[in-house]
């Protein structure tokens, strides 16, 4: 189903630029590199539409948010959208405070972005201007059940209509949306959610998925979360077998980003496609 997709990136690395957030951005660089690309994390104002230029991609991360960086994202989101190139936005916490909020719609109302990836919650408030986000963590009265997954699918579907976006909805059931394709992926583990940026890592693979696969951004997405997903689910494995704990799933994660491959993805991954 993604072979091509995977044959894309391995044939032709992206340069990142991601414009993230200080919790999390060592590991999303790793996870960039693990992948075959490469990442830049830059977000001075004065040099963001250079390094724009120079990339593929721009990922754009509001986690850590502050003014400077908001000017910032909206210059290089900006610059992506003139050069063609595909920007990715991760509203981390968006309807967790007015100010997160607020700056998404800024983001939307002056950024075109490709792709938009975020937990149900974040969506939700991406939809509707208010949430119920936790802190950075998904509402469970929100969640993503066998039991509601079409409510999920249809919100997904008009969110991504009305942006012009390909929506990723990530959490225990992942929902893809573009314009024709649906896909409903079921990789992944609970312990996942005990540490910190696979959802930012994730929001990096993508670009770089995107980016090498332009003319089939829906697929790269799906293909993407899939990967994120079956790795979180080798990583336990193996923390199992060597009696390991959180910090060392953060690590095999990468591990397995930097081994996977068709096969693996052929093997382990659990895609619907509707």
């Not at 340069?15 to 951005?25: G, Q």
């Not at 209509?161 to 990530?170: D, E, Q, S």
């Amino acid at each position: 189903m993604f072979k091509k997709v995977l044959e894309n990136v391995e044939q032709n690395p992206q340069l990142i630029h991601c414009i993230t957030n200080y919790v999390t951005v060592n590991d999303v660089a790793n996870a960039i590199l693990a992948s075959g690309n490469s990442p830049i994390m830059a977000d001075d104002k004065n040099e963001v539409e250079d390094i724009t230029s120079v990339c593929n991609a721009l990922c754009i991360n509001i986690g850590t948010l502050n003014e400077r960086t908001i000017e910032s994202m909206i210059i290089a989101g900006k610059k992506a959208n003139l050069l063609g190139h595909p920007v990715i936005l991760d509203p981390v916490g968006a309807g967790a405070s007015k100010l997160r909020t607020d700056t998404t719609f800024k983001l939307l109302d002056n950024v075109r972005f490709s792709v938009i990836r975020g937990n149900i919650s974040e969506i939700k408030t991406v939809y509707a201007g208010s949430g119920t986000t936790r802190g950075v963590d998904a509402d469970i009265s929100d969640a993503v059940t066998e039991a509601n997954l079409d409510e999920a699918v249809k919100f997904a579907k008009d969110l991504s209509l009305k942006l012009g976006a390909v929506i990723a909805i990530t959490g225990e059931i992942d929902i893809v949306v573009g314009t024709n394709k649906v896909y409903i992926i079921r990789n992944g583990h609970p312990l996942m959610s005990k540490i910190t940026g696979t959802g930012c890592m994730l929001s990096g693979l993508i670009s770089g998925y995107v980016s090498a696969n332009m003319d089939n951004i829906v697929d790269g997405v799906a293909a993407a979360v899939s990967i994120m997903g079956l790795c979180g689910e080798l990583g336990y494995q193996r923390i199992i077998q060597n009696n390991g704990g959180t910090s060392s799933l953060r690590t095999y994660i990468i591990d397995e980003i930097s081994k996977m491959n068709w096969g693996t993805l052929e093997r382990g991954m659990k895609v619907e496609l509707r």
